[in-house]
């Protein structure tokens, strides 16, 4: 029988482990290529690759934030897509994936 300290290491070793396998939903995966459309349609692939670098630790809060501002946008947007890009946003792979989807298309001439 092990010991109490062996189990309570053992019940801990994963606690606060950060390297959670997250995945899209179809809904999630399609919300972030509309707005990866809509920024390359500006031109602006690379300031937003640095911004999401940037603010690449703030994921979480920003979708938090946009949870708040719901009630306010959903008299212009599709509440449905709103709801999509903050479940997405909630989730630290969605930046790589907006990223990668950004840096896919290249630059526009």
Same mark, same amino acid.
């Given at each position: 029988m092990p010991s109490w300290w062996t189990r309570f290491k053992a019940g801990f070793r994963h606690a606060f482990a950060i390297g959670i396998k997250e995945e899209l939903t179809p809904d999630e995966r399609a919300v972030l290529e509309k707005v990866a459309a809509k920024i390359r349609a500006r031109g602006l692939q690379l300031?937003? !690759? !640095?911004?999401l670098e940037s603010t690449r630790p703030l994921n979480m809060l920003g979708a938090q934030v946009l949870i708040g501002l719901q009630p306010f946008v959903e008299l212009v947007a599709s509440t449905a897509d709103y709801d999509a890009l903050a479940a997405a946003l909630e989730k630290r792979i969605s930046?790589?994936? #907006?990223?990668? #989807? #950004?840096?896919?298309a290249g630059p526009r001439t």
């Open positions: 300031p937003a !690759v !640095v911004f930046i790589d994936i #907006l990223m990668r #989807l #950004l840096e896919d």
